[in-house]
């Protein structure tokens, strides 16, 4: 069945460190892939997502490419913020029921 | 304009007990989904609804029954809790039955057994 893999948390950084998180996934098919992020107290937001191979997904200075050779799906960011601290979850979504696959999701902290 | 809401936002009651959550959203999407996240953040999907008709039911132990009334609104009933059952519940909602549908998430319904 299908899976996702992210790296072991939690990850602690300074303000306006370069943050690499890495996700891996197994999957039949071609699965969307996506990154959610969660502010303490908050549901699931959608951060970026791609859609096929070599797509790269970006918003609020996070990035993501669809590798499909190496089936992963690295969030990076040149330099974090205190407002950044939350929990992020890869996901691949696949078939026609739009079914959400998660990883088990990394918390992240930024000190000042 | 809240997308997906639920209510409660917090459920605190007793082992044995029975309860609902509800969850509604504005968003015109035609599918629902319900998702537990345990005490380590793991989130896991539980049922999914699409136009009011049940198109994921995961192992769920039979104690938990959605409902969907339209498709505005996906309700999840719990019969006889258990301790086991303390976690956050989250609602999200989707357009399409495509593999490149991006989910929108309530904030929770935290439910804690005692």
């Known amino acids: 069945g299908d899976s996702v893999t992210q790296m072991e948390g939690p990850v602690t950084l300074s303000e306006e460190a370069f943050l690499t998180i890495n996700c891996t996934y197994t999957?039949?098919?071609?699965?969307?892939l996506f990154w959610y992020v969660q502010y303490p107290g908050e549901g699931l937001q959608l951060l970026l997502k791609?859609?096929?191979?070599?797509d790269k997904g970006s918003n609020k200075g996070f990035e993501a490419t669809y590798r499909k050779e190496t089936t992963s799906f690295h969030l990076e960011k040149g330099s974090v913020q205190v407002s950044d601290s939350a929990v992020y979850f890869c996901?691949?979504?696949?078939?026609?029921?739009?079914?959400?696959?998660f990883g088990k999701g990394i918390t992240l902290s930024v000190r000042p | 304009d809240t997308a997906v809401s639920q209510t409660p936002k917090y459920l605190v009651t007793q082992m044995g007990n029975d309860k609902s959550i509800k969850c509604e959203q504005n968003?015109?999407?035609?599918?629902m989904y319900w998702y537990k996240q345990d005490s380590k953040k793991f989130l896991k999907i539980m049922f999914s609804?699409?136009?009011?008709?049940?198109?994921i039911n995961e192992t769920v132990p039979n104690r938990f029954s959605p409902k969907s009334p339209d498709k505005a609104h996906l309700n999840l009933h719990i019969n006889s809790l258990e301790l086991g059952d303390s976690a956050v519940y989250f609602c999200?909602?989707?357009?399409?039955?495509?593999?490149?549908?991006?989910?929108?998430f309530g904030d929770g319904t935290r439910l804690s057994i005692l």
């Open positions: 999957a039949t098919g071609y699965p969307s």
């Open positions: 996901a691949l979504g696949s078939g026609a029921n739009s079914k959400l696959t």
């Open positions: 999200a909602s989707s357009q399409g039955g495509t593999e490149r549908s991006s989910q929108h």
């Open positions: 609804y699409n136009n009011k008709e049940l198109i």
């Open positions: 791609a859609t096929k191979a070599d």
């Open positions: 968003l015109g999407h035609d599918t």
